[in-house]
């Protein structure tokens, strides 16, 4: 049985086995979830008393070369030191398992307080992206590319200064690379993904596959999450002509506006049209560039200028989950250390999350439109659905 194999009864168990263990000066305190490939612990420092998270990773059944990608994220969240950046404290290991000390974020991650909360605030929304894009900004100053973008790995801390403030912190590094160009395409959560990971009919009959530059991808993921951030909700499943409203948009990106998200002022989709969901990634700004031109916004929702009532009729756009038909059967590659879809490799959410996921039953949308997608585990046989996380369940790491 492959690390990635191992089953939920066995993090469970596990669980139970370490809770008032020690490792190093560490003391695991509570259970915080598992999947099937991990479980995240409640850690306390046996000196200073502080509280930490342990990331717990099995070794047992990797091959080659998922020990060198389990290496690698080790390696870059070692090297990465940012106040918008998870901290990595400290890094142990034994036969069996390695143990990964990090920053306790007690107040869950992105996506749950997206969905938790009816609006996001202008001011809300600027100092969560100013935070975000900071944190890739270190990344791509130090030739790290993060590849994984979502709010699922944005976690949130409450502030030590103010407990009205919330620190954001990018996580889940599993997918890092220190390739600019990168061949390995489908590389992230399907959602987020750049229009240049999905093969259309642009690319027939093209004989030579060029590499994707990483940096800019991260930037299209950067304005796909902003959205998210914004509205609850994304553009589209995939970012390639098969889905219809993305078609739409290659042809008339003016439609983000009019058709799906009539909120947005006009200076916010300039800002997205122009230097951040260009289909064309050239045409993409640094992410640098990118966090002068978001600070630089003197609005992000459209009633800050009154903008709305002169739009005129505006029409919704309904979006279809794509035919089965339509898609390709490709590799596709999400967060946890680097795991191919038809593997159970996890994002920190899904897998704190799983046995909430395994115990109910779940609704499943036809559109994109009304919801927000958690991009949980890509597998081949749900392609078309929506999953979409409990809204009453507990903060991510409690």
Same mark, same amino acid.
């Given at each position: ?15 139970? @086995? ?7 000066? *560490? ?9 099937? *490939? ?58 069996? *398992? ?61 502030? @030590? ?41 642009? @690319? ?12 800019? @991808? ?114 596709? *590659? ?65």
């Amino acid at each position: 049985m492959s690390a990635t194999e191992l089953s939920s009864n066995y993090w469970s168990e596990l669980s139970h @086995s370490v809770i008032d263990t020690t490792v190093g000066d *560490y003391q695991f305190v509570e259970d915080l979830g598992h999947g099937s *490939y991990g479980g995240l612990f409640l850690g306390q420092h046996t000196k200073t008393k502080d509280y930490v998270a342990i990331k717990v990773l099995s070794k047992s059944g990797l091959t080659d070369e998922q020990r060198q990608l389990q290496q690698v994220e080790i390696d870059v969240q070692t090297e990465l030191d940012h106040p918008s950046l998870l901290a990595l404290h400290t890094v142990m290991q034994d036969t069996d *398992y390695i143990y990964m000390v990090m920053d306790l974020c007690d107040q869950g991650d992105l996506f749950d307080y997206v969905i938790n909360t009816t609006s996001r605030s202008s001011a809300q929304v600027k100092s969560f992206f100013t935070q975000i894009l900071q944190g890739i900004e270190q990344m791509h100053a130090q030739g790290i590319y993060h590849r994984d973008i979502k709010l699922e790995n944005i976690l949130l801390k409450t502030n @030590s200064a103010d407990d009205d403030l919330l620190d954001c912190k990018v996580a889940d590094f599993g997918l890092a690379t220190r390739d600019r160009l990168s061949m390995e395409f489908g590389c992230g959560s399907a959602t987020y993904l750049a229009p240049e990971h999905f093969g259309d009919e642009d @690319s027939v009959g093209t004989e030579e596959v060029m590499p994707y530059d990483a940096a800019a @991808s991260d930037v299209w993921s950067l304005g796909i999450l902003l959205l998210a951030l914004m509205f609850g909700r994304n553009p589209w499943q995939e970012a390639n002509t098969a889905d219809r409203a993305f078609a739409e948009y290659k042809r008339h990106p003016g439609m983000i506006h009019r058709h799906l998200f009539p909120e947005l002022s006009k200076h916010v989709v300039a800002f997205l049209q122009q230097s951040v969901l260009t289909v064309d990634p050239a045409q993409r700004v640094s992410v640098s560039e990118m966090l002068k031109q978001f600070q630089a916004l003197p609005a992000l929702y459209a009633d800050e200028e009154d903008e709305v009532d002169s739009l005129g009729p505006l029409t919704p756009v309904d979006i279809p989950i794509m035919p089965e038909e339509q898609k390709k059967d490709e590799p596709r *590659y999400d967060s946890a250390f680097f795991s191919m879809t038809g593997h159970t490799g996890m994002s920190w959410s899904d897998m704190v999350e799983e046995d909430e996921y395994l115990a109910q039953d779940y609704n499943k949308d036809d559109t994109i439109t009304p919801q927000l997608s958690a991009d949980a585990p890509h597998h081949d046989d749900d392609d078309d659905t929506m999953f979409v996380h409990n809204n009453e369940k507990e903060s991510w790491w409690l």
